[in-house]
């Protein structure tokens, strides 16, 4: 027996070989120091000389992001391609929401490289905070085809309930859209463009929005096959349209030849995110007059806009800005418009903030009946706290996105501590089941030196209606492991 | 500059695109506050995709309990079979049936495996497809029956895996009471053999828990598992099976 990982808290692995004396293990890791964020670790085996001589993150995203990541699935064609799954409420640098969404990592190099995190489940941009997908197993039959299914929350726009059901994806044979923006007149390469790429068919791929880089190109790889319309915006030359056509294995290439924008009147600016200053790209800007939509156009590159087409008016008048850009929060800003002049609007945009709730019950142990008045505190946040009901029920709202202790103590019981992440928006379950403190407990055990040698059966009904009864060791000072009893909350909410 | 030619997505790096999302139970538009969870997944390489998944309360089986439902598709996953239940006692069984996973053989045989339990015991319940996992046979006991209420720091018995060599040869593991245990069946899942511990948990000893086993079928068999205790890690442990 050997150890793959060790002295960190390494949990869910998955096991694949290519039968060709290759073998790979992925799981999760949770880093040490008090930091409880899980990141994804793969390691490989090479000739079957079971060594697992790599063992580190597949990808730099799992350096710096700041959410758990729960391993999921692993498969290879045994043709040198291996696919992972993974997921988490990470919102991969503000792409998807922070609802559990599901992710695919692939190489083709035999596990040498592996791509950045790709959404498996389609809905992951744009459901809501509360529509989690998890849980999602992977196969292939080894001939290109890889199916995943998964659990899921998420109604598919209410065609189907939102109970929990089985979703799946398969992949699909895609096409590139390539691109490059110049200037009609100059040939020079136009750099700040933002190409928001539409299909006619609007439920077989959503929109993309594509910057032009530093030279002016543009890519859109993996689009399926169909008819696109691409709406290219710029701060400096005029828009432009153009309809393609995207095949299964080939790539388009679109030439945009633009010109330059006259520029004598409008509103222009950047935009910047709050917490660091960088550029936002893709922010779409919406311009009102008196209330009527007016023009809209996408921040590119640089974070900059421009409208320069708003009507000539005989006096100034206020117009209203609105950016949205998915996962920050939108924001509304007033501009004083003078005709024949050209207003400067920079603006910053911020995180999306949405409270969510922890609710919930605490019941006897003893007779699986709900404790009325047992205080709930939420430990390091002012101690928000509220009590249970008469029914043992309770509920906090109002609960910023984060991770939480959350304690539950009642006269006559033992308390009880739990850790959980509350989603940006979302709502979470967290039921308590307190053990009556009697002759026999552990608050009345004081076998000094010996306290360590207490089991405690410690039993959580699951929010899945599952009961699952769990022995953890008391520590030194009598107290049940909060570690443990995370680990007793997990093992319910991953049945 | 730009080079222009046929793109292999899958090589390119740049990651593959996914389907948009389907509902692959059949009941998902009519079923209410039903949960359906843990979907397991498998291919026989000949074309058919099988996907089992555990539902609470569902129509399809006991309204009371949990049973295990599955789904087949022909068609690389196009569409998908209406839900079946896999227990063949799922419509008077009371029992709690959780945590599926199954896997092909050869010659159109499927195994299933999953957590059977109720107040009094657990084990781990089996089932056999001869007819490419359109149909099922009734379940049958792979370990032996524990108490529910059993002792042990980790749950009592969970996480069913299996893999097959394609020839005749299943190894199955499952954690138990703190330790993995492990069974082999030489006749593609007619019968087993007694099931073995890999590494047992006396009560001072940490758990070990969620064993995965695959094979390169040429006789090299790995189980890894995680092990929870002063010195977490993920284990892995190989199992040479020599067949006569």
């Known amino acids: 027996m050997t150890t793959i990982g060790a002295t960190r808290r390494d949990l869910e692995p998955r096991l694949a070989t290519d039968a060709k004396g290759t073998w790979t293990v992925t799981w999760s890791r949770g880093d040490c120091c008090g930091n409880e964020e899980t990141d994804i670790y793969f390691g490989q085996s090479y000739s079957n000389d079971f060594t697992f001589v790599k063992r580190y993150p597949p990808h730099p995203h799992f350096d710096t992001d700041t959410e758990g990541d729960a391993c999921s699935a692993l498969a290879t064609d045994t043709l040198g391609n291996w696919l992972m799954l993974f997921w988490t409420g990470d919102t991969i640098d503000g792409t998807f929401g922070a609802d559990y969404d599901i992710f695919s990592l692939c190489s083709a190099d035999n596990g040498e490289t592996w791509s950045a995190p790709q959404p498996v489940n389609s809905t992951a941009a744009a459901d809501s905070p509360s529509d989690h997908d998890t849980a999602a197993d992977l196969t292939t039959d080894g001939r290109g085809t890889w199916v995943a299914a998964w659990r899921s929350y998420n109604s598919l726009d209410n065609t189907i309930g939102s109970d929990p059901d089985i979703l799946f994806a398969t992949t699909a044979v895609t096409g590139t859209l390539r691109g490059v923006v110049q200037d009609a007149a100059t040939s020079a390469l136009v750099d700040c463009a933002a190409l928001v790429i539409t299909d006619v068919e609007p439920d077989i791929e959503a929109m993309r929005i594509v910057p032009a880089n530093k030279v002016g190109e543009f890519e859109a790889p993996n689009l399926a096959p169909g008819n696109y319309v691409i709406r290219l915006y710029s701060a400096t030359h005029e828009s432009a349209v153009k309809s393609v056509t995207i095949e299964e294995g080939k790539t388009v290439f679109v030439h945009f030849p633009v010109n330059l924008a006259t520029f004598t009147q409008g509103i222009r600016g950047v935009v910047t995110d709050v917490d660091n200053g960088k550029p936002l790209v893709g922010v779409h800007v919406m311009a009102s007059i008196d209330g009527t939509p007016t023009d809209e156009t996408y921040t590119c590159g640089d974070g900059e806009y421009a409208f320069r087409n708003l009507p000539t008016l005989k006096a100034s008048v206020s117009v209203k800005l609105q950016f949205r850009l998915p996962n920050y929060t939108v924001k509304d800003q007033d501009v004083v418009f003078n005709p024949g002049a050209i207003s400067e609007a920079d603006t910053q945009l911020s995180k999306g903030i949405f409270p969510g709730t922890i609710a919930g019950s605490a019941v006897s142990s003893a007779t699986n009946e709900g404790i009325p008045n047992v205080r709930i505190t939420l430990l390091g946040r002012s101690n928000i706290s509220t009590e249970t009901n008469a029914a043992g029920l309770y509920a906090i709202p109002a609960i910023p996105e984060g991770r939480y202790s959350i304690d539950a103590s009642a006269k006559g019981f033992q308390s009880s501590t739990v850790s959980h992440s509350v989603p940006n928006g979302d709502s979470i379950e967290v039921n308590f089941v307190l053990t009556p403190v009697s002759a026999g407990m552990v608050g009345d055990v004081n076998l000094d030196n010996l306290l360590d040698a207490v089991d405690v059966q410690l039993v959580i009904n699951g929010a899945l209606g599952l009961a699952v009864a769990f022995n953890v060791d008391t520590d030194n000072d009598g107290q049940i492991n909060a570690v443990d009893v995370q680990r007793v909350i997990n093992a319910v909410l991953e049945r | ?244």
């Open chain 2, 1 to 244: 500059m730009f080079i222009l030619s046929s793109l292999n997505t899958f090589a390119s790096g740049a990651g593959i695109h996914w389907s948009a999302a389907k509902a692959l139970n059949s009941t998902a538009a009519d079923d209410f506050q039903i949960d359906d969870s843990a979907p397991a997944i498998g291919n026989d390489g000949a074309g058919t995709w099988l996907t089992v998944w555990q539902a609470h309360r569902s129509t399809v089986g006991n309204e009371t309990d949990w049973d295990i439902l599955f789904a087949r598709s022909t068609d690389k996953a196009a569409s998908w079979s209406a839900v079946a239940s896999l227990n063949t006692d799922a419509g008077t069984d009371s029992t709690n049936d959780t945590a599926p996973f199954a896997a092909a053989g050869s010659s159109s045989v499927w195994l299933a495996f999953w957590v059977r339990s109720d107040i009094t015991n657990s084990f781990i319940a089996g089932a056999r497809s001869v007819d490419g996992g359109q149909s099922w046979n009734a379940p049958y006991a792979l370990s032996t029956p524990v108490p529910t209420t059993f002792g042990y720091s980790v749950s009592i018995m969970d996480q069913p895996h299996a893999a097959s060599d394609g020839r005749g040869t299943w190894v199955a593991v499952w954690s138990q009471q703190g330790g993995i245990f492990w069974t082999r069946s030489t006749n593609n899942g007619v019968s087993w053999g007694a099931p073995t511990t890999l590494i047992t948990t006396p009560r001072t000893l940490p758990d070990n828990v969620q064993p995965r086993v695959s094979t390169d079928g040429a006789g090299n068999w790995l189980v890894v598992w995680s092990h929870f205790g002063a010195l977490n890690g993920i284990y892995d442990d190989r199992i040479i099976l020599r067949i006569p």
